[in-house]
Structures are given as structure tokens and as C-alpha cells.
């Protein structure tokens, strides 16, 4: 609790930010909001008349409601700014919008950027908190916690667990994370991936495979990354049907695993190319579990990052 | 109240799911709730801490802000998601935005859809509840009970109250809907429309006819459908001139009409084709009496379908 | 406090509307809401259960979200209406829009409309307070009012002082507002533009240069217009480059005007243009400021406009 409350008040860029021990806290933290979520009055007053602005310079409903119920059921007031595609905020643009909305008293900055970065250097400019939700090809951290907190729920502690992270490597800022915070808790991760989409200068300790057999039967978690239909223009695969034969969880592949394997994806699926329908929606998919911990665990990283200004307590209300 | 209590908590999909009893007590609650929009501090508790959603795959302002509104007067948090018409989620990706929601623990859904059966699809894939704010040409429930509501406030029980619904009958999911509530609550409908926008197959007992005048001396209210300009380039219509010089309603012909009879329209208005703007403007439009009541009746329909999951009290606060 | 007790529940369509008592009233009020946005919980019960609808037909994420987030922290419930840019409501479309959202029991509405006139007509069409967030080349009163605020915060009293105001004032809704504003609180305002941008027909006894240099060393500020860019290909500046050689505020000029000189701007800033990179990211720019006081007054203004219909109290809660 002490190197959390350290933390609190602070923005919240990629997941080596945190010690294990904050991470510990964040997961702790969010167990108590998730079941807030359960109950028929799913609101705590926790952040009542704190100010969020979700600042979204890239389309994404999912993770855009994720967050705006997340600070709602904390009781704090959220606006949302969404900028077209088109117009993307750049340089003393950029920083003209965020140092306008801090001069608004905004406590929190909720910030997708297409450019790589970018909440990075948000972040240097303002008192408010960033919170990155997905910059460029660089980080996504609060998809990684809430991966680690679905798959904690499911199976436990991570240490030792294997977990192999299978898809579009190279442009993955959700794979980027995700490698951080599972080996942080530590898990072992194997990368999965054709060698066009593979990052090159990996660590020379980092374990991976071209090869999806390779690694079937010693996972205990195959984490698939979506992958966008560009990769077939960009000739980085020769096309979804011959990347699904490749690289698909189905029937038969996860009927080879361990029986108690399981499946994830960060969403939305491309259903038929990463993951088959029938796995999908099958028992051992945790993709709704992912959901769910998704707003519990963003409830958290908020209250972290603007509760401690005054104290605010997660279990009162 | 019996039947009304084994309502709560279910999804309105259409009109002819719902008892005349069940219909009656969402008019009472209604009555309570427009009470409510007439006072300074225009909110009660009763759903403080569910979740709302509306998720409008076709734009509707109008519709939108009438359901935000009254969400935010039960006291619920409401988001929005507005899909672009050109990326109308479909099948397995609308399931998949569904189940998104409902593991986010949203609690009802309001649905808008250019599909018609779309509301009741999703209301088979969630236990949220879903509200049907409109499906292609199928129904428009809240439309229909708003339009009975409005007119019982004018000129009480609808038994034996003879209403001509006017214009594209054919497209109209508001008429589908408000054929069965004004029926169900004893009115008479009668049908006018040219022969190519009357529906086939209509039951042997409709009262239809071609010719507006042939029904004008003896109905109590004409409801106006509105004319999507479309109908013009599709050949359905020789033009907005010929179709308003033969079903407009305008003073002339409102003249001939019994002296008590109203005029209503779902808004919003062509004005010089569905209605003359003399009409539209005078006494004997209900339009604005309509939206009050949309307000009133959409918060008696998301109390019935989320206040009883704890036995909220639409009396309260 | 009699004066201001007379205007609430009324509207604000431009400053002149406005008596200085009145003026003196919403600055004191903004005063005691600035403290407001300073606190942790940054709400005040004050417009509890009140509807506001930001009602935009020109895009403007700023005002939006200061007159949103003003909203919200006197606890109104706010809906934001956005229209296109492409489909901009005339005529009856746009009274039929207004008394709609009059029949939902909207208490205030705040417009922004590229046809100067539009929140005057608008006005008179409903019983809601209309507050102009800017229309076409007529008003802009909040913006006008939280000039003020910000300099009578920086340098007292307005009296007698000196304020140039450069730039398009041609087509500048702010300029014809700020006019108002700095007359009426004894300021003296002297108009810098070039011929083409200067308008014809001022009254005699508007001071006037068509030079900055004229001006630079006897005024207490100097508020930068934005430029359109368009001005250039409408052939009213001959280049951005030879704009910004005559009129740009910059570390040359704004060492030659007098040491407390203040440098301001309605923002967003075009860099390098209206005013160097240097001038605004230094001590005597006041656009952070001006941006703060924008949300104070604007919670002032929506308290004028909709506080009294109860007697609601500036300092409870």
C-alpha cells in the first residue's frame, strides 16, 4: 500500500512504470471495484466531482465506453473528445488543446493517439494525469493489466505460467504491454508469429516460433492479436485465408493444447481469421472476462491516478 | 399492478408484447414521471447507478435526446454510441458489440437499427434489457405508446375513438406499432394511402381507403406519417406536389373534419406535404404535445424495464 | 444585486443586452465559481435537475466543452447536439428543432450558429434561455465577459485603460462583442487591421490605425484576432507571410510597447501568425487565463440565465 499510495496522482503511460508491488495494488484495487459493478447501484463517490476528459484522436467505441463508465461508476464527470481521423492534433496544436483543457481544471487525461508517444509527451506538458490508452505501436498498459487481472481470476498466480502471444508482433502495442506486465508477474512468454510480423532485435532471451505447433502443447494461455485486413495489401501475409491456416486457434489446435488452456484476444475479433467461431464462443475463451475486468481494472487505475489528491477511499459508498 | 410487476425487468421489443393492463400502467407511470419534467429540479433516484446505453445504428437525434434525457432524470448514467450509417454493424460483430456491453454490466440497451428484427435478435444474446427505439419497417413501441398517451391526455379513453392513420403506410414501422396500440386500447384505424404505398396482404377487417376526403367527416385524429422524400426518385410517388395536393392535411380540408378532431405526426415534419404549415401551427396539432409525452412515457418504459430489479419507486424523490 | 436579480432566467444574446450592474454581477458571481474548479470536488449543487443542451451548428470543441463542463459542475444534466456542418437547420427546420427540445423540458439552450442572428431568433421562439455561444459575424458575449474577467484579475479596474484589439475585426464575432465589453467597463478601445479588414461605417468616434506600430507603445493590451486562413484566397491579406510581417504580436514589437503591457487571443492560436511562438508561451500572454475564465463565467452566466427560477444560491453546496 505504500509504494501505491506513492503512485496515486500520477499519470499512467506504460506498465514498467509500476513496481510489482503497484501492480499488485491496482489488481487488489480493482477486485473491490468489480464488485461494484455487480450490485443494481453500480456507483461509488469515490472521484464525485473530478473532471475526465477522454481524448480520443483514434476511433475506438470499445475502450472509449470502457473508460467513460469507469469514471462514471467512480461519480466523476467525464466529457468526451473525439477528433476525426482526419484532423489528427499534432505539435503546438496538440499541446494548445491540452494545456487548455488543464487550464479547465481537468483532473485526467484519457488519451489514444495514433502517433507512438504521444501521451508521453502529453504528459510532460500538463499537471492533469495521462492515462495511455493505446498510442501508435508503442503501449497500451491498462489492456495488459486488465489481461493480467482476467487471467489471475481464472487460473491464479501467473509465476511460472506460460503464455503464448500469437499474431501481428511487430505492430502490436497491445503485445508490447502485454510482454511487460506478464513477465512482470512472472509468467514466461513465448511469441508466435510468421517472420514478417515478427520485431526484429528481440532480446536474445526472448523465446519464440514461426511455428504455432511448436508451442500447442507446453501453454497454459494462447493470448491471439487482431489483425488488421492492411497486413494482405502491405504484403506482409500472403492473405487471411493462408495466415489463418498458419496461426487460427481452432478445434483442433486447442483440442492439442492442455486441457485447461485458455484463449484470449483484446478485441474485436476477426472472427474466422485469428480465433475460429467455434472456439470463440466456446469455455475456455476469456474474451468477456476480459471485458469485465477491462472496466474494473480502469476504475482502479482512475482512482489511482486522481483519489489520492484528497484521500479518496475505494470502498466507501 | 400484478401484471405490470411481471413486466419489470423485460426487454419492449414491440407493442403486442404487452397486456392492456401492462400497457395501462406504463400510461399511469408516465403521468407520474411528466410531473417530474415539470418541476425546476427535474430528477428522481429511481435508477441512480444503472447504466444506460444507447446504441443507434441510424441517426436519430430527436429519439436520442428524448431517451438521454429521460435516463438522466431516473438518475442513470447513459453513454452513447452512435455507429456511422456506413458501418452498420452486422451479425457476429453486432453480437460480438453486445456482449461487450452487457459484460461492461450495462444494464439496458435502447436500440436503433435500419434492420428490422434487429432489437429482438439482440434481446436474445443479452440479459440486458432492450428497448426498441426503432428496427427498419418492423415497429417503434415508445412511438406508439408516446401517441396514446398524448391523445388520452386530450381527449380521453381512445374506446370506440375513431383514428386514420395517413400516408406511407407501407415503410412505416410507426404505423405498424400504433395500428396495435390504438386497437388494442379500443380506437378504430383506418388506413389511407395511395394503393402504392398500402401494405398487401392487410387482415380482411382493416378499414383502408385510397382517398383521404372519403374518411375526412368522421375520424377523431389523423396521424400524418412522414414522407421520406425517396418514395419520389423509387416511383412510389408521382412527386411531393401531386402526393400533398391529395394527402396533405391542411386547413381546407381540416375544415370539412369534425370540430374536435386532432391532428398528430411522429415528427419531424415536411412541412407542405404530410401537413400545411397552417395545420402544423394551429390548435389542433398535438406534435409538441407528442415530444412531452416521448419524455414521460420513455421514462416509464426504462422503469419498467430496469426499476424493478430492486423494486424502485417511481414516487420517490 | 437588484439588477442582477431582474435579469436571471433571461437569455444572453450579446453584451449590450446587459446593464454594467448586471456586467459587475456576473463577474462577482465567476468569481466565487473560479474557486469552484479549484477544489478537488469541483461541483456545486446550484443548477441540480436543470437541462442544458448545447445545441452547435458549427463545430467547436472548446466552447463546447467549457460551457459543458460549466454545465456539469453546477450539477445540470447536459446533452450535447451536434449538427453537421453540411446540414446546417434553417428556417422552420430549426423552430421545429427548438420547440421540440422546448417540449422536452430543456431549460437552457446554448447555441452556436454560423448565420449571425440565429440565438436571437431562436430566443424568440422559446420560453428556454438562450445563450449565444457565437453566431456568424455577430456575437460572441461569453467570450467578451471572460476577457474581462481575465483582465480585470490581472490588472484591476478597467477604467481608462487602453486596449487595442488587431487583427480581421471585419468579420470577428469576438472583436464586435469585445467592443461592447471594454467600452462599457470605461476601457478605451483602439481597432489595428488593414483596410480590408477594417469594417466601413464605424462610428466617428472609433479611434482606428490601420499600423500596429502606431499603437504599440500607449496600450495596456493587445488582443489578437484569429486569422482565417480563407482570408487569402478571398484576396483580403495578400499572404500569411506579409500578414504576420505588419500585424504579428512578437518579442520585437512587444518589447517596444509599455512593461506591463498584456498580450491576448480568443484562440485557438495560429503560431507564427497572429502572435509568435515566443510572445504566447510567455509571461505577458494571457490565454491560459482567459481559458479559465471562461469556464467561471460561463458557469456565471448559465446560473444568471437558469438560478433564479428557484432563488438557486451561487455559494451553497
Known sequence: MDAAAARR?????????????EVHWLLDTARSFEEVSRRAVKKVPALRGRTVVNLFFEPSTRTRISFELAAKRLSADVVNFAAAASSVVKGEALKDTVLTLQAMGVDALVVRHPCSGAPGVIDGWTDAAVINAGDGMHAHPTQALLDCYALIRRIGCLQDKRIAIVGDIMHSRVARSCIKAFTMLGAEVVL??????????????TRFSYVLEDVLEDCDVFYLLRLQTERQEEGLIPSLREYAAAYQMDARRLGRARPH??????????RGVEISAEVADGPRAVMLDQVTSGLAVRMAVLFMALGGKEGGDAESG
Open 9 to 21: 496522482g500520477r499519470s499512467l503511460i506504460d506498465v514498467d512504470q509500476l513496481t510489482p508491488a
Open 192 to 205: 508466435v508469429a510468421p517472420p514478417t510480423l515478427m520485431p526484429a532485435g528481440l532480446p536474445p532471451e
Open 261 to 270: 488452456a485458455l484463449v484470449m484476444h483484446p478485441g474485436p475479433i476477426n
